[in-house]
């Protein structure tokens, strides 16, 4: 019996034993870690880059901490004000994940994590996690690697003007319908994409409107591809005709092709429809002149196109222009039954209230009582009522333009957001029945208020695509490098600024884009340009504000500083809180600069 109590007292004591070298081997591994290893971050002070906050993280380590029995990891994490921790990533040195620099393993990796405005002033952290063969871990102290968020990006200005469909008065009759039909490069298939209209050609044929005349004109686009693909237009051409009459022999009651008259054209070789689009385009008007002098000189059709190459202007043209080409245009002429002139507005109420038939009154009627009344709430339900009866893009789009009104005036962030949900259904809907820039503008800032950065770039692109009034254009090339520009996409900015024009927030873009790229120099001459047209801008004074701190130019920083306080007091506190100024927070010139007052 002492002989089984002498054993069983061994083995405890040898249990204990290894439990404490295993103990002082987590800590022995621990204070080696947090003495010699180390750990950066870049950039030093973070900043945001479109809606994450994007950093990089190298750790070096002691030689010979790792042990082929224990893993050593660093864990990086974001500490906001109130001490709450959100995991960023990381570092585990395991065998085959790092390299050796100097003999001392060696690792680095990117990461980035989602930017909310509580985060400004947290602190990123490090702590090294060792952890031995039975799971048993021992932390090392943390470490601070970043200090706070600079959020300067969020400077952005955007126009974000969509508007109302032009509005009818009572005795507007209808005219031919128009539906120019999309083909992909060099291809003469029929598809169901987005934008290609194919769908809403469908509708009208099922609508059964009677149709007098059905005009088919297709062509190509002046490139290679397109020009030497054999009877490219024609085939277009053939393959819609074909779509219609088999559409109208099956599902037809109040039409029949007989009783059409169909009259299908192409147009090959030709230059008039580009140059059109030329004319509509956000191009400056030198390159439009080059782009003319080419098509009206000499040579052969494929010698200018490849003249064209050669320009500046080509890349537009390729991305914007010959797309938009590649089409058969589709003009439906068909009857409507004229109306008499009712008492438009009692009567749209009385339709709302479902006191009178839907179709007591028009499309063009129905929107046209919309305009008699300032409350949006009516506006709404009289263009929903407009819609559901007739789903013509003039009540789709101003329907969508309502809920947009609405999303703008709303402080509460959920309804706010499905406000802008409703707003984007009724605006793709109004841009697919009429696509025109306007309206694919229109689609395209509802998204990028709603924040879907993709779905709102596709948008603005087929907004240019489309070619239109250049003040339009414009603002679609402004709002689209404004996009650009909050989802860090540099580069593309930089192109969509130089067809954006001279207005307000295209010029503060730019500024502020030469910033975030670090030419302060050339953003603080763009900045003074501005505010020569805009002395009293508060935005602009602050910006400039920034590039003074971040060039390291005091007196720069506080005279703008002061100026855009003066304007807008509220900044006082901004500036306070903004790391840019950091360095400068216990100077007197920046003391000074928050004291004045209007």
């Known amino acids: 019996m002492p002989l089984v109590f002498s054993r069983s007292l061994s083995a405890f004591s040898l249990f204990l034993a290894l439990l404490s070298i295993t103990g002082c081997t987590l800590s022995r591994m621990a204070r080696k870690a947090e003495k010699e290893q180390i750990i950066t971050a870049q950039p030093e002070v973070l900043m945001i880059r479109g809606n994450q906050v994007p ?28 001490g709450i921790e959100e995991h960023v990533g990381s570092l585990g040195f395991d065998f085959g994940n790092y390299n050796f620099v100097e003999g001392k393993p060696t690792m680095m990796s990117s990461f980035a994590f989602p930017y909310s405005p509580s985060k400004i002033t947290g602190q990123l952290m490090a702590q090294g996690v060792i952890t031995d063969p039975k799971g048993r871990k021992k932390y090392t102290k943390a470490k601070v690697l970043a200090q706070g968020i600079i959020t300067t990006p969020t400077l952005i200005q955007t126009v974000h003007a969509p508007a109302y469909a032009p509005e009818p008065v009572k005795s507007d009759s209808a005219g031919p319908l128009r539906f120019p039909i999309y083909f992909d490069q060099g291809l003469a298939t029929l598809r169901q994409g987005y934008g290609t209209n194919l769908q809403l050609l469908d509708e009208f044929i099922k609508s059964n409107q009677k149709t007098t005349k059905i005009e088919i004109v297709a062509m190509h686009s002046p490139d290679q591809m397109e020009t030497s693909t054999r009877n490219l237009a024609t085939r277009r051409a053939v393959a819609v005709e074909r779509f219609i009459k088999q559409k109208i022999d099956t ?144 009540s789709l789009n101003n329907l969508g333009m309502v809920f947009f009104e609405q999303a703008q005036k709303e402080i509460r962030p959920k309804v706010k957001q499905a406000l802008l949900e409703k707003a984007i259904l009724n605006l793709r809907y109004a841009a697919h029945r009429k696509p025109e820039a306007q309206q694919f503008y229109n689609l395209a800032v509802a998204h990028h208020q709603h924040g879907d950065p993709l779905e709102a770039l596709q948008s603005y692109d087929y907004a240019i695509r489309l070619g239109g009034p250049l003040p339009v254009l414009q603002q679609v090339f402004t709002d689209k490098a404004a996009l650009e520009l909050s989802i860090g996409q540099y580069d593309d900015a930089v192109r969509s600024l130089s067809f954006a024009g001279t207005g307000y927030a295209a010029q503060f873009n730019m500024a502020l884009l030469y910033f975030l790229k670090e030419n302060y120099e050339g953003a603080a001459e763009l900045g003074q340009k501005l505010l020569a047209t805009y002395p009293q801008d508060a935005n602009a004074h602050y910006l400039m504000a920034v590039i003074g701190a971040r060039s390291q130019k005091e007196e720069l920083m506080a005279q703008h500083l002061r100026e855009a306080i003066k304007v807008q007091p509220t900044l006082a506190g901004k500036a306070i809180e903004d790391l840019e100024f950091r360095k400068y927070h216990k100077t007197t010139a920046f003391a000074d600069a928050l004291k004045q007052k209007r």
């Open 55 to 82: 950093v990089e993280v190298q750790a070096q380590l002691p030689k010979n901490l790792l042990n082929n029995d224990y893993r050593y990891g660093i864990r990086i994490y974001y500490k906001g004000t109130k």
């Open 251 to 394: 599902e037809g009651y109040n039409n029949t092709v007989s009783d059409i008259n169909f009259d299908v054209r192409t147009v090959q070789n030709n230059w008039q429809a580009m140059l059109g689009r030329v004319q509509s385009s956000a191009l400056p008007e030198e390159q439009k002149q080059q782009i003319l002098a080419i098509v009206n000189g000499p040579g052969s059709f494929s010698e200018k196109e490849e003249k064209l190459q050669a320009l500046p202007a080509y890349d537009y043209l390729e991305t914007y222009v010959y797309p938009v080409l590649r089409f058969a245009e589709v003009t439906v002429d068909s009857k409507t039954n004229p109306k008499r002139d009712y008492e438009v507005y009692l009567l749209a109420k009385k339709i709302v209230e479902n006191r009178a038939n839907a179709d007591a009154l028009t499309a063009e009627e129905m929107r046209y009582a919309a305009t008699l009344t300032p409350l949006l709430a009516e506006k709404r339900r009289i263009y929903e009522s407009a819609v559901e009866t007739y789903m013509g893009w003039q």
